[in-house]
């Protein structure tokens, strides 16, 4: 049988009742029971986020929403909008993304390319992206899936004279 005479056995010993102890007799949070929803929960928002309706765009009716004055910020890729507000540090005015926000982003997410050349001017029809090569296509795919895990798909991209 062992001994409470050795320092190590001791300290051992007092560790255990120490442990039975808190299990036993656990310390008692005091403070008021919640008596309703919003007063047990420290986690809700101080405000509800803005709505976000799916719609249809066109490149028209798209292009207001690109940062200025401290709008939302949505962009389309391959037919898809986005709402990338939350974004706003890469897609935003100054950001370095910026010129996409309003805009058509395809054929620039596809190629990596920030040039004013990616985008097709707002009154043309949209880029049909057929002369984009497979891994094209494929880098815009991966932004695709990127987009559609990060942000809110919130309308449709469609010719100026669909709606």
Same mark, same amino acid.
């Given at each position: 049988?062992?001994?409470?005479?050795?320092?190590v056995n001791?300290?051992l010993f007092v560790?255990i009742l120490y442990?039975?102890?808190?299990i036993?007799f656990p310390k008692?949070?005091?403070?008021?029971?919640?008596?309703?929803?919003k007063?047990?929960?420290?986690?809700?928002p101080?405000s509800?986020?803005?709505?976000v309706?799916?719609?249809?765009?066109t490149?028209?009716t798209?292009?207001?929403?690109n940062?200025?004055d401290g709008?939302?910020?949505?962009l389309? $890729? =391959?037919?898809?909008?986005?709402?990338v507000?939350?974004?706003? !540090?890469f897609?935003?005015?100054? #950001?370095?993304y910026?010129?996409?926000?309003?805009?058509?982003?395809?054929?620039g997410?596809?190629?990596q390319s920030?040039?004013p050349?990616?985008l097709?001017p707002v009154?043309q029809?949209?880029d049909?992206?057929?002369?984009?090569?497979?891994?094209? $296509? =494929?880098n815009?795919?991966?932004w695709i899936e990127?987009f559609? !895990?990060k942000y809110?798909?919130? #309308?449709?991209?469609?010719e100026?004279d669909?709606?």
């Open positions: 049988m062992a001994s409470l005479g050795t320092p001791t300290a560790y442990s039975v102890q808190r036993l008692s949070k005091s403070g008021p029971i919640p008596n309703e929803f007063a047990g929960y420290s986690w809700m101080k509800h986020p803005p709505s309706l799916f719609k249809i765009y490149p028209k798209l292009e207001p929403f940062g200025q709008r939302r910020i949505l389309a $890729i =391959d037919g898809t909008v986005y709402d507000t939350s974004g706003r !540090n897609y935003g005015p100054n #950001g370095m910026g010129n996409f926000a309003g805009r058509d982003a395809s054929r997410m596809a190629k920030f040039d050349e990616m097709t009154d029809p949209l049909s992206l057929q002369d984009l090569k497979p891994d094209e $296509i =494929d815009m795919k991966g990127h559609s !895990n809110i798909i919130c #309308g449709k991209l469609v100026n669909a709606v």
